[in-house]
């Protein structure tokens, strides 16, 4: 196997086929409990951090484990809500993640793509 192409995030998030996989795998973390259906996918994955089959095939996979955290701080936003409070927590973990290397895991890139 071919070692995976160097991506972002942001790659993955525009990525109509690949963005879709995550966001399918999301779905599924968040519906659990009420759709049998999602279980069972999530039951069925063979990576510990669920980024596998059936949800994935190897190589996507791969792109997705070794993505890099594409992350600017300087475009965040001010928001006078709780929302943007929000916002700005989850940027600052992303910063953080960054400043380690960059790797993504699926709970970064849940905080992307949604």
């Given at each position: 196997m071919l070692a995976p192409q160097i991506t972002t995030t942001s790659d993955i998030r525009a990525d109509p086929n690949l963005g879709y996989r995550v966001r399918v795998l999301l779905h599924d973390f968040l519906n659990v409990t009420k759709d049998p259906n999602a279980l069972r996918r999530i039951n069925s994955t063979t990576d510990?951090?669920?980024i596998s089959s059936p949800y994935f095939t190897e190589s996507?996979?791969?792109v997705i484990k070794s993505a890099i955290v594409?992350?600017?701080v300087g475009t965040t936003t001010e928001t006078?809500?709780?929302e943007g409070a929000a916002e700005e927590a989850d940027d600052y973990k992303l910063y953080v993640l960054s400043q380690k290397g960059g790797r993504a895991a699926m709970h970064d890139l849940a905080d992307l793509i949604t």
């Amino acid at each position: 196997m071919l070692a995976p192409q160097i991506t972002t995030t942001s790659d993955i998030r525009a990525d109509p086929n690949l963005g879709y996989r995550v966001r399918v795998l999301l779905h599924d973390f968040l519906n659990v409990t009420k759709d049998p259906n999602a279980l069972r996918r999530i039951n069925s994955t063979t990576d510990e951090h669920y980024i596998s089959s059936p949800y994935f095939t190897e190589s996507q996979a791969a792109v997705i484990k070794s993505a890099i955290v594409d992350f600017d701080v300087g475009t965040t936003t001010e928001t006078p809500n709780d929302e943007g409070a929000a916002e700005e927590a989850d940027d600052y973990k992303l910063y953080v993640l960054s400043q380690k290397g960059g790797r993504a895991a699926m709970h970064d890139l849940a905080d992307l793509i949604t």
